[in-house]
């Protein structure tokens, strides 16, 4: 008898209910998550605690990449002061200025203080008279007034006049723009001219640079760039209220490892937190980037008062920056005048050469006698003949295009000397 079949039980498995998971801090993290949450968190973190999110884990490391639209979205700022950001940053490209001031150290800081203004900074002429032109007839502003005093520069070495332009808000309060006119180039009005570490950051037509970024931001200290006065204490009691301790230098124990404060400086270097903006939208003008980058500074120790005993005695940082320029050159750049390794004694011989190169490429009847003179006389002179060339109808070559190849020669060259010297 063969034996029973077994019976076969279509049993289906019995399903076993697990709790709801909990989301984890990578979940929440991830702006593909729940984006309201991730920005709403974000929102709240200092820079330095979103550097150190980064660096936790290659899940992470994209966090700072990922903000950059949205946490630091400089047409939604300046929406406060203008109904169309993306025009006025072209008109800032056009014509070569700079937003700086506390609207700069806003948009690093991503704070919004409603007391504060919009200051830009471009060199006296048509250009000025231009944005001023812009402002008035498509943005609605009006001429409030002119002041030859400026906060950014006691000693009125930079600046000739600040004239002040509003216009009321929806909201009934008064949206204010201040035109800083400078002597010369703006940025070194700001290099040279300001007085404390924390307001010496610039926004361009394209970017956003701040050059003191570690004592600013991560460490939210302030160094004082000229001597210490009445006026001067104001304006650090007023940072002083919104989170920044003032201290006149340095301690000896902190300058090894804030480069970013005594080294020689460029714009775009290494210790500068760049931050490129959306250009979408704006017209790009024809000075390329690479003339701000370039540009060069450093700061050296002073003494404000020498009656005192030296143990007690402020000190305070001023910055070495002077423009340099050549005829074979088309933009102006600053540079350490006291001393500067790489415009000085890189960059100025080989400008002497090559001016001296295309001058004599120039039919000697095209040239004057004074060119002509002072082309076998006083090669060190050459630089001064811009008028005369100007007035002979004689335009030489451009090679501010070397410009980055040169530093970075340069800085190959000047390591290898430091790696010999060890």
């Not at 070495?157 to 309060?173: L, M, P, S, V």
């Not at 304006?235 to 124990?253: F, N, T």
């Not at 750049?333 to 295309?358: A, H, K, S």
Request: with cysteine; hydrophobic share 35%.
């Amino acid at each position: 008898m063969p034996p029973a079949k077994r019976r076969r039980l279509n049993k289906k498995p019995t399903k076993v209910s697990l709790p709801p998971q909990k989301p984890t801090l990578f979940d929440v993290l991830n702006y593909h998550y729940q984006y309201p949450i991730f920005e709403g968190i974000c929102s709240l973190l200092p820079i330095g605690d979103l550097i150190n999110l980064t660096r936790t884990c290659k899940r992470l490391s994209s966090l700072y990449q990922t903000l950059l639209p949205t946490r630091w979205n400089i047409d939604r700022r300046l929406h406060r002061f203008v109904k169309d950001p993306k025009s006025l940053r072209s008109q800032i490209g056009k014509h070569d200025a700079l937003i700086s001031g506390s609207f700069v150290v806003q948009f690093f800081e991503h704070v919004t203080w409603r007391e504060s203004d919009l200051d830009i900074f471009i060199e006296q002429g048509p250009g000025a008279l231009a944005l001023e032109t812009y402002l008035c007839e498509q943005e609605g502003y009006g001429f409030s007034r002119e002041s030859p005093e400026s906060e950014y520069d006691d000693a009125e070495i930079n600046i000739a006049k600040t004239r002040t332009f509003t216009r009321q808000r929806a909201d009934f309060t008064d949206a204010k723009v201040q035109i800083v006119y400078t002597l010369r180039l703006p940025i070194k009005a700001i290099l040279s001219g300001f007085y404390t570490t924390l307001v010496v950051n610039v926004v361009t037509w394209n970017s956003a640079y701040a050059l003191y970024p570690q004592p600013s931001f991560l460490y939210h200290k302030t160094y004082l760039l000229r001597c210490l006065t009445d006026s001067l204490g104001e304006l650090l009691a007023k940072y002083d209220a919104r989170g920044w301790k003032s201290q006149d230098v340095l301690w000896p124990e902190d300058e090894a490892s804030h480069g970013s404060m005594l080294n020689c400086r460029r714009l775009g270097d290494r210790f500068t937190w760049k931050i490129p903006l959306d250009i979408t939208g704006v017209d790009r003008p024809d000075k390329p980037d690479s003339v701000l980058e370039y540009s060069c500074w450093e700061l050296t120790k002073c003494v404000s008062d020498r009656r005192s005993q030296a143990e007690t005695r402020l000190h305070y940082y001023s910055a070495q920056a002077a423009e340099f320029s050549a005829l074979t050159l088309s933009y102006r750049y600053t540079f350490n005048q006291i001393f500067d390794p790489f415009w000085l004694d890189f960059v100025g011989p080989r400008m002497d050469r090559m001016t001296l190169i295309e001058l004599y490429k120039v039919p000697v009847s095209s040239r004057s006698q004074q060119i002509s003179d002072t082309m076998v006389q006083n090669s060190w002179r050459l630089w001064n003949l811009g008028d005369e060339l100007a007035r002979c109808n004689i335009k030489l070559p451009s090679y501010d295009h070397e410009i980055p190849g040169w530093w970075a020669e340069w800085e190959k060259q000047e390591a290898s000397k430091d790696k010999k010297s060890k």
